[in-house]
């Protein structure tokens, strides 16, 4: 074994070496910080063709013919032999990736060499990265392996490992994308195993390996479909059918309060109208085009959002900090764990100080006091957004850069609790929302405008303040967040609530909904090659996510809900805000029942074709059945087809990889004797 490993470490190091000097020379001239995203956005395609090119070069050019041979003839098994070579690879692939990052990180760490705040756990986002390359070296692997075409099946597990790279993307902790790497990548390592063994034939590969490879497949089939189907209404849309981006209704407000429908077709402005279908005096004169309809509109707030939850969010450990006041040369972070802003000076990148509730508080002496709780901070996706005002669920606090001090400038009543600050449209204004209200503060501390929160919390998430005119007056919109359905499928009506210059409510009236986009009937094709494991697998995950966005309140969501429940309403039409019982949906599930029977049987009649057991037969009917489309497609994949002749006796086709005939049992017939023959061939006294 020590042997083998010697060898096969001597015969890849060089592509190991340039892996490294690739990474180590980017890492090192760019000098991202460990959150960049740039940074991330790099190190996942240079380890995942680091992790694929070393696995198919390690094993493709042993793969067949004479130098197959050569490996097999050795003193070892030839499961110890495919052990020696993983274990061989994997190292120089990790000794590849690792050197240099870990280097890298040794240097971010030491003070004095990047301005900004560091902790250990900043490098898990690249370690994920690092570890998702294994299962591109097994998919690099088994590319080589596999008897297949290169145009068709044979790059299905390259797939695969894509689909880890974006679980590693998209879950919220460490340990799930681990935990998604190893679950996606052991039917890998499992299959190349089987495939080592076989030489890549799937008839004689292991049961295990088999089984491994389907999975590895049909995962790689469901996430292409997937992919796909958002591009189906390409040709929909040039052949004149209705798809679900042909039409979108938005609901605006004028700067004097009159509800205004915009109809946008293919992303351009349609037409724009009020409720009764006339034109807004506004509009008269101008162009439709979006600047005019911004002009129009009343200027809201910006709303509190939630947060998205990550392990790959430097807002977990910081939060940049920034305003008109700022100073150049000085870069300010409100950091979690200290729960104070510290200042970095960008040339010497330096601690200057900290900042508490007290106030500035130069380099090496503790401040009097640190902020209590945790503040808001409006993050989309993977990045958080520098902060002009620090919002605790106690107070709001303004940070004055140049003179460095603090100042709190609302505190809530008691009882109340701040869920967080946002700009609104004025100098100096501030929105504010509570668990309780909406308020517009000034920065000096003056109230401008103040009302009861009007409307159930667990359906609304979205609250946005804006100023009217003609006469002078307040509006609060209250909508439901993307993520806070009552039910999946199910989109909660908007709500309008104006106040007098005073606070006091004067109207009220209820908007319509207002989906990502309106569902068209032509979505219920898509019941055709949606498999019903993967209609049943996208509700579960979708529901789930919602289910655990509303039990913390909406403060925080994961990035794969913003995935399903905003991206998947183009091709899931069971999240797409189409009514539970409507037609489309009832259609659309009808379908996915059709196509899947369908696939079902033809995989039946395939499988009776190629003579292939009861058992077998049973397998590949059922996976046609919850797979669908991908499942039959897999059986194209991995079967092997063989050929058929005649029968010499019933005359009915029979496959030529069994001894007898599967209809009537009789043995092939023997050739005709040309006077070589050795042996008598007694076989032929059947056939008398």
Known sequence: MKSLIWKECHENLKWATLAALGLGGL????????????????????????????????????????????????????????????????????????IPFASYVAWVATPGHVAEPFRWQMALPGLADILTGVAYYFAGMLIALREARWYASRCLPLVAALLCSFFVWVLPEFWQAVLAIVILGAPLAVAVWGSFLTGGAFAPLPRLSKVALAVTCVTALLALGVVVKPFVWLPMR??????????????????????????????????????????????????????????MCAPFSADVSPGFQSYRNAGRFYMG??????????????????RLLVGY??????????????????????????????????????QTKAAERLSFPEGVYLVDFGSRTVRKFYSPAEGETVLGAASAVGEGRTFVLTDKSARVIHRSGTTLFS????????????????????????VVRYEPSWFMFSELGNITSGQLVEYDPAGREVARGPLPPTPMHEPSDAQALLGLITPPAEAALLTWA?????????????????????LLVVLGQWFNPLGAGVAPGSGTILAYRGLILLSALACALVCFLLARRASSSRAGRLVWTLCGLLFGPAGLLLMLAVEEWPARVACPKCGKPRVVTRDACEHCGVPHAPAAPDGTEIFDSIAAAMYV
């Open 451 to 474: 009302a009861p929160f009007a409307v159930d919390p667990d359906n609304y998430g979205v609250a946005r303040v804006a100023q009217l005119e003609n006469p002078e007056r307040w």
């Open 238 to 295: 040039f052949i004149g059918l209705p798809t679900p981006r042909a039409n979108m209704t938005r609901y605006k407000l004028d700067r004097e309060g009159r509800v205004l429908i915009v109809r946008f077709r293919q992303g351009e402005i349609e037409s724009l109208t009020d409720l009764e279908g006339r034109e807004p005096p506004l509009l008269k004169g101008k162009p439709l085009s979006f600047y005019a309809l911004q002009d």
């Open 27 to 98: 890492i090192f001239v760019g000098r991202p910080t460990l959150m960049n995203p740039a940074l991330l956005l790099f190190l996942s395609p240079i380890a995942a063709v680091s992790g694929a090119v070393l696995g198919f070069l390690q094993v493709y050019y042993e793969s067949d013919g004479d130098k197959r041979s050569l490996l097999l003839h050795r003193p070892m098994s030839p499961s110890r032999i495919f052990l020696g070579k993983a274990v061989a690879g994997v190292g120089l692939y990790l000794l590849a990736m690792g």
């Open 345 to 382: 000076d960008v040339r010497s990148s330096h601690v200057i100080g900290t900042c508490g509730p007290d106030g500035f508080v130069p380099a090496g002496k503790q401040p009097a006091a640190r902020f209590e709780g945790e503040p808001y901070q409006h993050s989309f996706l993977l």
């Open 321 to 338: 900090c920034e305003n008109n006041t700022s100073r150049d040369g000085e870069r300010w972070f409100y950091v979690s764990d200290q």
């Open 542 to 562: 979708t529901e789930h996510s919602i289910d655990s966005a509303r039990q913390n309140g909406g403060r925080e969501v994961q990035p794969l809900l913003f």
